[in-house]
């Protein structure tokens, strides 16, 4: 059974930097891109970025292009992703999500929230 | 960047009653397309995918149509647990966008 475990969510300053992982157990990790899509208070489904399984190519929506780098670590079958300058647009719960050999988001953890806020 | 319009943006039905949802992309996504399903409080689950299959464990009464930029997700009889928020995805292009949701609702 896939599990994806995502933390380091929380408060934080505009300007302001935040770690989120996703800990993922139940699959081969390695095999798998994974990716992050995020839900803002009241609103729709936003993706932000997916990594490749292997070769780690990396992807992003122009809303967080520049600001956000998501990254993994086979060995430890972790997805960070780490978000620099976050402005208030930036609160949202944060997904970490599996995707299948055809890129479907197949696998969700419960999500992790970020508030940007003084 | 392709937009998904959803609708409609509520629907208002009872128990047993059929759904139709519709998901229109600005540009053709051939069959890349997915639904999701989210209830309140809860991650989002995949139900269909490649426009048309349904995802394990997925019951029989979704059932996902389309091509092109133009698809459709059917419930054939809501049960309780069925009410929810479903979105759309295309899988295309970069980015990934979703739709903007449409809300089956207890009427």
Known sequence: EVQ?????????QPGGSLRLSCEASGFTFSSYAMSWVRQAPGKGLEWVSSI????????????VKGRFTISR??????VDLLMNSLRAEDTAVYYCAKLSNLWD?????????????S | EIVLTQSPATLSLS??????LSC?????????????????????????????NRAT???ARFTGSGSGTDFTLTISSLEPEDFAVY??????????TFGQGTKVEIK
């Open chain 1, 4 to 12: 994806l475990l995502e933390s380091g969510g929380g408060l934080v």
């Open chain 1, 52 to 63: 490749t399984g292997s070769d780690g190519r990396t992807f992003y929506a122009d809303s």
């Open chain 1, 73 to 78: 670590d086979n060995s430890k079958n972790t």
């Open chain 1, 105 to 117: 988001n197949d696998g969700w953890g419960q999500g992790t929230l970020v508030t940007v806020s």
């Open chain 2, 15 to 20: 128990p047993g009653e059929g759904a139709t």
């Open chain 2, 24 to 52: 229109r992309a600005s540009q053709s996504v051939t069959t890349y397309l997915a639904w999701y399903q989210q209830k309140p409080g809860q991650a989002p689950r995949l139900l269909i995918y490649g426009a048309s």
């Open chain 2, 57 to 59: 464990g997925i019951p």
């Open chain 2, 87 to 96: 979105y759309c995805q295309q899988r295309s292009n970069w980015p990934r």
